[in-house]
């Protein structure tokens, strides 16, 4: 036999290191294994005791429009209802629609109510937070729809703070700051009772405190505005310039000028978050305008805002306030549909949804998605639910689903239930029909290396390898 030249031997290693390295490169940045979304639901009655019932419902999930979500398959959901009120006199119907959305991912725009062919305009109510919403790579805790609590959220009752009244008046303070220097440190420090006086921060970047000795400060490039509101007990202000972040030398190369005005609350919170709205949001309130009263958005920026008191001891930034609208919360639509005596009417509900990107048990992602059928047992009566799903291309198989479902051509899914099941619908897509040994055992090493695992699995084959060319070239040394 042969030898294996030195030389050649020596190569190769090379050029499997050099593929090992690539490896790395190539999957640095591999996808996070888990991103949790919320449920979807259906409609249902405000009034318990409606004389209304649900003869037939058509449920699509269609995923064959264009998408640019990052994680999941968006669907296109079309809930399309025929319900008849069966009693002699006519009835208008308050009907409610609710789903967990962020406030600041709210559009309008997806959602499309109607009532034959007619669209109905709704009213919009927040209603809570989401627990574990900080963190995208956690399980929520509560997902489920309590209608109970869902009409609690229903209300025009303006939000009764702790902290502060909603025509209490404050002083809003505006500090006007140029520098004859490039840039400087502008600071400011002041002592307050925290259970008689808060403050609320805009345009700071650096905060200390001691009990209820505080000094915050920012940098300043030639004119910039920072601002304090205060509200009860008044505070005094002690203005300083430092040429450096670490707020220890001093300058006197700055001017700084103070108006001062008094604004009640409310009005505070309107033009505040107007202003960080249109700066971060693209308008947020103009798009949702006529869709969210303006007791809604105050008791989303005065909720918050009396939070962040509490928990801060009686001091807030503006982060604080509008961190919020960021977070996922119930969102509940609320509208009429009148209802002559003996008569049937289709209503259609159709908005957008995400699923939940699992990675942790497979190769490829699994992609859940959840439809909360309960609310619809508040209806007199409920039959025959028709199920429609057209796939993705990235993920056309349903490899499970609470309900079973029939496959037909061109990635379509279909079941029927002629009365409303016991549990609520979820179905999980897949890139494959079935899920083999081979996905499992890469899900699992996903999910104990996460985003190391293409790393892991290039260097154990780099050392099977060189192992067996070792042992080859021994062998044959023999």
């Not at 919360?329 to 259609?348: C, D, H, M, Q």
Request: glycine share 4%; hydrophobic share 35%.
């Amino acid at each position: 036999m042969k030898k294996i030249h030195r030389t050649k031997f020596n190569v190769l290693i090379v050029v499997l290191i050099c593929v090992f390295l690539f490896n790395i490169i190539v999957y640095a940045n591999s996808a996070p294994i888990y991103m949790p979304d919320y449920p979807s639901t259906g409609i249902f009655s405000v009034d318990e005791n409606t004389p209304i019932e649900v003869l037939k419902e058509n449920l699509l999930f269609d995923f064959t429009q264009e998408d640019d979500d990052t994680y999941s398959p968006k669907a296109k959901v079309i809930a399309t209802y025929e319900m008849q009120n069966s009693s002699n006199e006519d009835v208008s119907v308050q009907m409610a629609f609710p789903f967990i959305e962020k406030f600041s991912g709210f559009s309008p725009d997806e959602i499309i109510i109607t009532a034959d062919d007619e669209i109905i305009s709704y009213d919009t109510y927040l209603g809570e937070t989401i627990d574990n919403s900080s963190n995208p790579f956690q399980e929520p805790n509560n997902t489920d729809f309590n209608i109970e609590k869902i009409l609690k959220s229903i209300t025009d009752k303006k939000y009764a703070a702790n902290n502060f009244k909603e025509n209490e008046t404050g002083k809003l303070y505006r500090f006007k700051v140029s520098s004859a220097d490039d840039k400087i440190n502008f600071a400011l420090s002041f002592d307050f009772n925290h259970e008689k006086t808060k403050i609320i921060l805009n345009g700071f970047n650096r905060f200390e405190r001691n009990d209820n000795s505080i000094r915050v400060a920012s940098g300043v490039r030639e004119e910039e505005t920072r601002e304090i509101y205060v509200l009860g007990e008044d505070i005094s202000f002690d203005v300083k310039g430092y040429t450096s972040g670490n707020l220890e030398e001093e300058t006197d190369k700055f001017e700084y000028e103070i108006k001062k005005e008094e604004i009640d609350v409310e009005t505070f919170l309107k033009n505040y978050a107007a202003y960080y709205l249109n700066k971060y949001a693209e308008n947020l309130e103009e798009m949702a305008k006529g869709r969210i009263s303006e007791i809604q958005l105050y008791n989303l920026y005065a909720e918050s805002l009396d939070k962040y008191l509490d928990k801060n001891l009686g001091v807030c930034t503006e982060g604080d306030i509008m961190s919020e609208t960021w977070v996922p919360r119930i969102i509940t639509l609320v509208y009429s549909v009148n209802f002559p005596k003996n008569s049937k009417k289709e209503i259609s509900v159709s908005y957008k949804t995400n699923g939940t990107m699992d990675r942790r048990e497979t190769a490829e992602p699994q992609f859940t998605y959840d439809y909360i059928l309960n609310p619809a047992r508040n209806w007199k009566g409920f039959k025959n639910l028709n199920i429609k799903i057209i796939t993705p291309e990235e993920a056309p198989y349903i490899v499970n689903s609470s309900i079973e479902l029939n496959k037909e051509d061109n990635n379509v899914y279909t079941a029927y239930a002629e009365e409303l099941p016991e549990e609520d619908f979820s179905f999980t897509l897949y890139s494959k029909e079935k899920i083999s040994l081979s996905d499992r055992s890469e899900g699992y090493l996903n999910r104990t290396f996460g985003y190391f695992t293409p790393i892991v699995i290039g260097f154990v084959l780099l050392i099977a390898v060189i192992v067996i060319l070792v042992l080859v070239k021994t062998r044959k040394r023999k």
